[in-house]
């Protein structure tokens, strides 16, 4: 027996016992709490090996997560890839190492490298940083740069100068007659450069003045930078004003001049989108004044677009993803209808269907995105709920669609700002906005599949406590199991006893929409 599908991500929302300020275990949720009591149900593994990260005690992200529930398979991702390209050396290997390489020696420029100095494993790691340090140095490159972007998201909010401090300890034992490296500018994730979805252009723009332009407030070390910011406006690392690390004449370290090569090394990619276009597209750049237009060679760790094809150069091979479900259901005729705001839009399109900018069919995928509010989320953590919630109502009612799947991004994006509050709220929104959801499913007999991408809100404490004895927020997500469940499934449907995962999903929507798995698939959680 078939019925068509509603697929709803709870982003950031892990579900766990455990309570180090779990928002999630205190939120009032009463659909939630429904559908995971009296609904098939069950957890399942969001994070580590199970989404193809390097290990299981690395963070699931919601980029992995919707890889693996948009293929139904497990592929290497992010670090895991760089790690293995690093440790078998293919990567400095690659046409992009060389010419990076090459371009800064036949022009007697720097290389400059741009990312989050963090080993938060989720953007970007800073072992990979070093390696290709070191490399540089090994291959005759004679002047280094970098421009740190602060974590504190996906590490502890205050613990950049533990990066600072040894990637400054890196340069000290590299640099001699021969070499020179050191940090150029920088500033927080969520104030410069690392945009996303063309939310927030003057983020990048900030980005691109500190670290092309040497254009921002000026300090003599980036540690300096931190510790003056911290004092005079208590902020935390990702929130952190842009700066430029200079001499006492006021002439930047690095400005990114004609001849140098740059190196964006995150390999994640909905944060690195922006700042490429800045650079590959810079003969027609018309998103703000880039003021100055550098003559470099460009590339990413990985190519963050594969249809734009952005970059151009890159040094390590995405995973070639095959087999998603979107390709699938458009091969057997099956409308579908993706809704989310801003924030997480991409996430139910690029990310769902294999790192792809473009439909299958524009038949029978319609998208529809929902404009976020450019402000900080703990300020309204209620965000866009009701408005994509109001979208998938309609797209219900309308019976046009087989499969329909949103994202509510509350749990994910208000977690992020450490707001233990605020984030209950975000918490309470989603469930009330479900409450919506499973009224029109009932009404026109669809079964809905409720689940989360990753955990972020059930974990908002970090351990210790802060000076005046306030418990530390933690804003990075968690290793949490996340809940899945099945309402008005078709008669008879169970849960299966076993160890699932994200990718064990798109099994389960074709088995219920009436379909045979794709034999590449891993097996669905329902029977």
Same mark, same amino acid.
């Given at each position: 027996?078939?019925?068509?599908?509603?697929?709803?991500?709870?982003? =950031?929302?892990?579900?766990?016992?455990?309570?180090?300020?779990?928002?999630?275990?205190?939120?009032? +949720?009463?659909?939630?709490?429904?559908?995971?009591?009296?609904?098939?149900?069950?957890?399942?593994?969001?994070?580590?090996?199970?989404?193809?990260?390097?290990?299981?005690?690395?963070?699931?992200?919601?980029?992995?997560?919707?890889?693996?529930?948009?293929? =139904?398979?497990?592929?290497?991702?992010?670090?895991?890839?760089?790690?293995?390209?690093?440790?078998?050396?293919?990567?400095?290997?690659?046409?992009?190492?060389? +010419?990076?390489?090459?371009?800064?020696?036949?022009?007697? #420029?720097?290389?400059?490298?741009?990312?989050?100095?963090?080993?938060?494993?989720?953007?970007?790691?800073?072992?990979?940083?070093?390696?290709?340090?070191?490399?540089?140095? *090994?291959? #005759?490159?004679?002047?280094?740069?970098?421009?740190?972007?602060?974590?504190?998201?996906?590490?502890?909010?205050?613990?950049?100068?533990?990066?600072?401090?040894?990637?400054?300890?890196?340069?000290?034992?590299?640099?001699?007659?021969?070499?020179?490296?050191?940090?150029?500018?920088?500033?927080?994730?969520?104030?410069?450069?690392?945009?996303?979805?063309?939310?927030?252009?003057?983020?990048?723009?900030?980005?691109?003045?500190?670290?092309?332009?040497?254009?921002?407030?000026?300090?003599?070390?980036?540690?300096?930078?931190?510790?003056?910011?911290? *004092?005079?406006?208590?902020?935390?690392?990702?929130?952190?004003?842009?700066?430029?690390?200079?001499?006492?004449?006021?002439?930047?370290?690095?400005?990114?001049?004609?001849?140098?090569?740059?190196?964006?090394?995150?390999?994640?990619?909905?944060?690195?989108?922006?700042?490429?276009? @800045?650079?590959?597209?810079?003969?027609?750049?018309?998103?703000?004044?880039?003021?100055? +237009?550098?003559?470099?060679?460009? @590339?990413?760790?990985?190519?963050?677009?594969?249809?734009?094809?952005?970059?151009?150069?890159?040094?390590?091979?995405?995973?070639?993803?095959?087999?998603?479900?979107?390709?699938?259901?458009?091969?057997? =005729?099956?409308?579908?209808?993706?809704?989310?705001?801003?924030?997480?839009?991409?996430?139910?399109?690029?990310?769902?269907?294999?790192?792809?900018?473009?439909?299958?069919?524009?038949?029978?995928?319609?998208?529809?995105?929902?404009?976020?509010?450019?402000?900080?989320?703990?300020?309204?953590?209620?965000? *866009?709920?009701?408005?994509?919630?109001?979208?998938?109502?309609?797209?219900?009612?309308?019976?046009?669609?087989?499969?329909?799947? @949103?994202?509510?991004?509350?749990?994910?994006?208000?977690?992020?700002?450490?707001?233990?509050?605020?984030?209950?709220?975000?918490?309470?929104?989603?469930?009330?906005?479900?409450?919506?959801?499973?009224?029109? @499913?009932?009404?026109?007999?669809?079964?809905?599949?409720?689940?989360?991408?990753?955990?972020?809100?059930?974990?908002?404490?970090?351990?210790?406590?802060?000076?005046?004895?306030?418990?530390?927020?933690?804003?990075?997500?968690?290793?949490?199991?996340?809940?899945?469940?099945?309402?008005?499934?078709?008669?008879?449907? +169970?849960?299966?006893?076993?160890?699932?995962?994200?990718?064990?999903?798109?099994?389960?929507?074709?088995?219920?929409?009436?379909?045979?798995?794709?034999?590449?698939?891993?097996?669905?959680?329902?029977?």
């Amino acid at each position: 027996m078939s019925k068509p599908v509603v697929l709803v991500v709870m982003d =950031g929302v892990g579900w766990t016992d455990k309570d180090n300020g779990n928002a999630v275990l205190h939120a009032y +949720k009463p659909q939630i709490d429904e559908l995971m009591t009296s609904w098939p149900h069950t957890t399942i593994k969001a994070s580590g090996t199970a989404v193809g990260l390097p290990s299981d005690s690395d963070m699931g992200n919601s980029e992995v997560g919707h890889n693996a529930l948009g293929c =139904g398979q497990i592929y290497s991702q992010g670090a895991k890839l760089v790690n293995e390209s690093i440790a078998s050396g293919k990567i400095f290997n690659s046409d992009a190492w060389k +010419k990076s390489v090459s371009y800064v020696k036949e022009h007697n #420029g720097k290389l400059h490298f741009i990312g989050l100095l963090s080993d938060g494993n989720v953007h970007s790691n800073i072992a990979h940083l070093i390696a290709m340090i070191g490399e540089a140095k *090994k291959e #005759g490159v004679r002047e280094v740069r970098a421009h740190i972007l602060l974590d504190g998201r996906d590490v502890p909010e205050t613990s950049a100068l533990q990066y600072v401090d040894q990637l400054e300890d890196v340069f000290a034992k590299l640099n001699d007659d021969t070499f020179h490296g050191c940090i150029a500018s920088g500033g927080g994730r969520m104030t410069i450069t690392m945009d996303r979805y063309e939310a927030d252009w003057s983020m990048v723009e900030r980005g691109w003045h500190a670290h092309v332009l040497g254009d921002a407030r000026k300090f003599a070390s980036a540690k300096e930078a931190i510790e003056t910011y911290r *004092k005079e406006g208590g902020y935390t690392d990702q929130y952190l004003p842009g700066f430029v690390v200079a001499d006492q004449d006021g002439n930047p370290a690095g400005t990114i001049d004609d001849g140098d090569s740059v190196i964006l090394f995150n390999f994640r990619g909905d944060r690195a989108v922006e700042l490429s276009k @800045c650079f590959d597209y810079m003969d027609h750049f018309d998103a703000f004044d880039l003021v100055k +237009k550098p003559k470099v060679f460009y @590339c990413g760790m990985l190519q963050y677009d594969g249809d734009l094809k952005l970059p151009a150069n890159f040094l390590v091979e995405p995973p070639h993803i095959e087999h998603t479900l979107s390709e699938f259901l458009v091969n057997k =005729g099956v409308k579908s209808y993706a809704c989310s705001e801003t924030q997480k839009f991409g996430h139910m399109t690029y990310f769902w269907n294999g790192n792809r900018s473009e439909k299958f069919s524009e038949e029978l995928e319609d998208w529809e995105e929902v404009p976020s509010d450019i402000i900080p989320f703990d300020q309204k953590p209620w965000m *866009k709920a009701t408005e994509v919630t109001e979208k998938i109502v309609d797209a219900i009612a309308s019976g046009k669609y087989q499969f329909i799947r @949103c994202n509510y991004p509350n749990g994910d994006m208000v977690g992020h700002t450490g707001n233990y509050e605020a984030t209950l709220i975000g918490v309470e929104s989603v469930d009330l906005n479900l409450k919506r959801v499973m009224d029109a @499913c009932r009404k026109y007999d669809y079964t809905l599949l409720v689940m989360a991408d990753h955990g972020n809100s059930d974990e908002m404490y970090d351990k210790g406590t802060n000076p005046d004895g306030t418990r530390k927020p933690k804003t990075s997500h968690s290793l949490a199991r996340v809940p899945f469940a099945v309402y008005n499934g078709p008669e008879g449907i +169970k849960v299966k006893d076993g160890d699932f995962g994200l990718a064990n999903v798109a099994a389960t929507v074709v088995k219920i929409l009436g379909y045979e798995p794709d034999e590449h698939w891993m097996e669905s959680i329902t029977e």
